[in-house]
């Protein structure tokens, strides 16, 4: 069942620097954005956010215009996003971390105007082609000095329709590809998930996800939007993170199920150390129950918010705050003013309790994949009855008779095996489900190779397998178990798949 826009308040869509001007004209002196060498106010950030739009006219960029900005998570991060936007240009962040050879894509791909980076990620791309680099440390002091100047500039013209970010993410094939963004679906997405989730004055969000990653960016959007304080986390040990999250007063903590693994194995070594979060919420993959078990074990009366979501619509489904402990597996309804529908292959919906791919119709569905139109027709197709893009994610899952989603498994995740359907989603569940594993990953047959789990924690593969056995049926166990001290991650903190079937690769050579 679906909230309809009319239940819900302050759903919008238009210029997404607006969410900034906005929590400046409503609440001016209240915290806007803090990290480890201090703080901004909303004024301040507005300011600083026209000081860099005046500077990217001063370089010549015009709307349309890509803007690379590739920084570490910093609180200039927060002015210069709203900068390229008001600007009217197209913000590109990258992950500073990114490698050469998808960097040299991306360059090609979406032909910026010019780079805002910073140390060795700006020497990296001067290295790879002619586009001006401007190195963040070198061009600062001016911008702030600016900023303390009334502004006097008219604003640009720019429609909602525009273009407001390019989010690059990786997918099956070897180049990173580009989610077109626009303003206006942009903010309604951030206006719609906040509208669940309920960011407030008052609330500190720690972040650790990079801006790169579109989970990262819009904590800058609901932040404003909630006019709550956005606490920027930089690349410290992991073992610091419960301190910092105690130590600036955290009440929202965004996380992937790494990262909530990791909170939740701090907390527990140091009980009632962190009783200020409220919240956390949760993308990248599903939660595991043992990490959901640990946090609510931990964090007492903080909620733990089942998500679905993809980049190329943002969100799909929230499981409402309130009701977190409710319908295990679930991971909630539709955005407001959204329709998320389960089809069968040749189109057809599918009634409730039966799996088939997740369908998404609204104005948070995204405007496809930048100049690429065969597969934004394979993604975006027309709705046979209204024509308007629905978005096929490719991902399956049912809904219940109250529309709640159930994630099965993404397309690459689903396989036969030995003449029985399964997921890898229900595999690794029950993985995680066994005392001692903290984490697991399961590639599908492939190339002549079985399936396999990989996970972490103190047990023998053989213990695994053994406790598998008594989870799964017999086709659903996987054939072979690696046990890892740690998995690797992606740069936003997934696990890397990739990674882990190279190292499977490299040791059957």
């Not at 480890?36 to 600083?48: I, K, P, Q, S």
């Not at 733990?304 to 409710?326: A, Q």
């Not at 690794?428 to 001692?436: K, L, Q, R, T, V």
């Amino acid at each position: 069942m679906e909230k309809l826009i009319s239940e819900v308040p302050s759903l919008r869509s238009d210029l997404v620097h607006r969410l900034l001007d906005d929590a400046a004209a409503a609440a001016p002196s209240d915290p806007a954005v803090r990290d480890a060498r201090g703080g901004w106010d909303y004024r301040r950030v507005a300011g600083l956010s026209h000081a860099f739009e005046a500077w990217l006219d001063e370089q010549g960029v015009r709307p349309g215009d890509r803007v690379i900005v590739q920084l570490p998570n910093r609180r200039e991060m927060v002015p210069i996003v709203y900068g390229v936007l008001r600007r009217g240009a197209v913000l590109v962040p990258l992950n500073p971390g990114m490698k050469p050879f998808h960097l040299s894509s991306v360059l090609k791909d979406c032909e910026p105007s010019l780079v805002v980076g910073s140390g060795e990620a700006a020497a990296t791309v001067r290295a790879l082609g002619d586009v001006p680099v401007h190195d963040l440390d070198e061009i600062w002091a001016g911008i702030e000095e600016r900023a303390d100047r009334p502004v006097t500039r008219e604003p640009v013209e720019i429609l909602a329709e525009y273009v407001a970010v390019l989010i690059y993410t990786s997918g099956s094939t070897a180049a990173p590809k580009a989610v077109v963004c626009p303003h206006e679906r942009v903010s309604y997405a951030a206006s719609a998930i906040n509208a669940v989730l309920g960011y407030r004055p008052g609330d500190v969000v720690f972040c650790r996800p990079p801006m790169s990653f579109d989970y990262g960016l819009y904590q800058i959007f609901l932040s404003a939007l909630g006019r709550a304080e956005l606490v920027l986390a930089g690349d410290g040990p992991d073992v610091a993170l419960l301190g910092q999250i105690r130590d600036c007063g955290a009440t929202v903590v965004p996380i992937v199920p790494s990262l909530g693994a990791m909170i939740s194995t701090l907390a527990r070594r140091a009980p009632g150390s962190a009783p200020s979060v409220r919240m956390f919420t949760n993308t990248g993959a599903a939660l595991p129950s043992a990490t959901i078990d640990g946090l609510r074990a931990s964090f007492p009366g903080a909620r733990v918010v089942r998500m679905y979501g993809i980049t190329e619509c943002k969100r799909v489904t929230i499981m409402e705050p309130e009701l977190d402990g409710e319908r295990p597996g679930a991971s909630g309804r539709a955005l407001p003013g959204t329709r998320v529908l389960i089809l069968d292959g040749e189109g057809r919906p599918l009634p409730a309790g039966e799996v088939g791919e997740i369908v998404v119709d609204g104005p948070n569905v995204m405007a496809g994949y930048w100049r690429d139109p065969v597969l934004t027709a394979r993604a975006y197709r027309p709705d046979p009855e209204t024509g308007r893009a629905r978005l096929h994610t490719g991902d399956y899952g049912s809904l219940d008779e109250d529309g709640y989603l159930y994630f099965q498994g993404r397309r690459d995740d689903m396989f036969k095996r030995k003449g029985t359907r399964m997921s890898t989603v229900e595999i690794e569940a029950a993985a995680m489900d066994i005392p001692g594993v903290t984490a697991a990953v399961v590639l599908p047959p492939a190339d002549g190779r079985d399936l396999v789990v990989f996970v972490e924690g103190e047990l023998t593969p053989h213990a695994v397998l053994r406790e598998l056995a008594e989870r799964l049926e017999p086709p659903k166990v996987p054939a072979a178990c690696h046990v890892l001290e740690k998995f690797p991650l992606t740069l936003n903190g997934k696990n890397e798949r990739k990674q882990l079937a190279l190292l499977l690769e490299g040791s059957s050579a």
